[in-house]
């Protein structure tokens, strides 16, 4: 099984629908991460969590929501897709600042 | 100005050959570094981690770090067309809660 699980793989949602994307780790890290990517933007950071009542906003947090339901699991909602919110969406762990992220195999969002 | 820059290519360069990937970062306060690689369509794999001046071996890769520069590059010897990806860059934050990702150099290996 991956450290680092995330569901759904691939989505395809109406433009103002309600959908969840979920992370859950193994990896006993504390710090968890959501990240998104698109063509020429890199990846952006939008939500990260230290701790299950730590929550932290990112620098495109604008339309994302997010909960921490425990150490392992840290999900992202997107309140109202929108279009551009079409992109590749991945989650990520980590023990600390000095030590890399481990990435999720990531999902792939599409809003039409 | 964005906090991590890298060059995004293409990169190409024939099997064999050495692969030099550049990044540059704004923040000086920065401590640790990391480059990564990604397939197309698949999730980032950390390759490299730095953290002092200077060069940094693992295989037939080299991470070479210049704070006073602030600039941190890798270098592939050996190319093979397996090393055929994106590499992205990625320093960490100021509080070191984060890190910021460079938007990727694409190299391809031609055999």
């Known amino acids: 099984d991956a450290d680092v699980t995330q569901t759904p793989r691939n989505r395809i949602t109406k433009t103002g629908k309600r959908i969840m994307l979920e992370c859950s780790q193994t990896?006993?890290?504390?710090?968890m991460y959501w990240y998104r990517q698109d063509p020429g933007l890199g990846l952006r950071l939008i939500y990260y969590?230290?701790?299950?009542?730590?929550?932290n906003k990112g620098e495109i947090s604008d339309g994302y929501s997010v909960s921490r339901q425990a150490q392992a699991k840290f999900s992202l909602s997107l309140e109202s897709a929108i279009p551009n919110q079409t992109a590749l969406y991945f989650c990520?762990?980590?023990?600390?600042?000095?030590?890399?992220?481990?990435f999720g195999s990531g999902t792939r969002l599409t809003v039409v | 100005q964005k906090e991590v820059e890298q060059n995004s290519g293409p990169l190409s360069v024939p099997e064999g050959a050495i692969a030099s990937l550049n990044c540059t970062y704004s923040d000086r306060v920065s401590q640790s570094f990391f480059w990564y690689r990604q397939y197309s369509g698949k999730s980032p794999e950390l390759i490299m981690s730095?953290?002092?001046?200077g060069d940094k071996e693992d295989g037939r890769f080299t991470a070479q770090l210049n704070k006073a520069s602030q600039y941190v590059s890798l270098l592939i010897r050996d190319s093979q067309p397996s090393d055929s990806a994106t590499y992205l860059c990625?320093?960490?934050?100021?509080?070191?809660?984060?890190?910021?990702f460079g938007t990727g150099t694409s190299l391809t290996v031609i055999p």
């Open positions: 990625a320093v960490t934050s100021n509080t070191g809660n984060q890190f910021y």
């Open positions: 730095i953290y002092s001046n």
């Open positions: 990896k006993g890290h504390d710090r």
């Open positions: 969590s230290f701790d299950v009542k730590d929550i």
């Open positions: 990520a762990t980590s023990q600390g600042g000095n030590y890399g992220y481990t």
